[in-house]
């Protein structure tokens, strides 16, 4: 039997996870209540740094401007997000989470971020810069492969 070189090593290990992640996006969302692609918009929104425009959700997600609309309507029937008129133009809306509505739904996924934790603390600094530039570069080589949002 051959040994696995790292990138294989890299690329099996990620491969192995993936479907337990899949698997708790499904039983999350079932248990919020809305649909696994609302659970994703509803997890993108989380990750940005204050209120989003649909349209950035849809460029950031790959979902058409008119599923974005479906999505933020049942997120904000169940009480996850608000939409805010802006004030510069009436016609247009910010999204925001309502965080204390998330937060049920956010520690679902504290046992990866507990697990993660906890690995890291048997790597340097060093080691941990690679793997940081590792995750940085897979996030940017996956962005320029998403097709464009269908509009």
């Known amino acids: 039997m051959t040994a696995l070189s790292n990138r294989e090593i890299v690329r099996d290990q990620f491969q192995r996870i993936l479907p337990r992640l899949i698997l708790l996006y499904a039983d999350v969302a079932k248990a919020g209540g ?10 993108v929104l989380t990750l940005h740094d204050g ?10 997600t790959g979902l058409p401007r008119s599923t974005v609309t479906r999505v933020l309507d049942k997120l904000e029937e169940a009480g996850f997000v608000e939409r805010v008129r802006t004030p510069e133009d009436g016609r247009r809306f910010a999204v925001h989470v309502r965080k204390d509505r998330v937060a ?24 941990l810069s690679v793997i940081a530039r590792y995750w940085q570069e897979l996030n940017r080589a996956v962005d320029a492969r998403q097709p464009s949002p269908s509009l």
């Open 104 to 127: 049920p739904i956010s520690a679902r996924f504290d046992l990866y971020a507990d697990a993660m934790s906890e690995t890291t603390l048997g790597f340097t600094e060093a080691e």
């Open 51 to 60: 209120a989003m425009y649909p349209a950035e959700l849809s460029a950031q």
């Open 34 to 43: 809305i649909s696994e692609v609302a659970l994703q918009a509803l997890h």
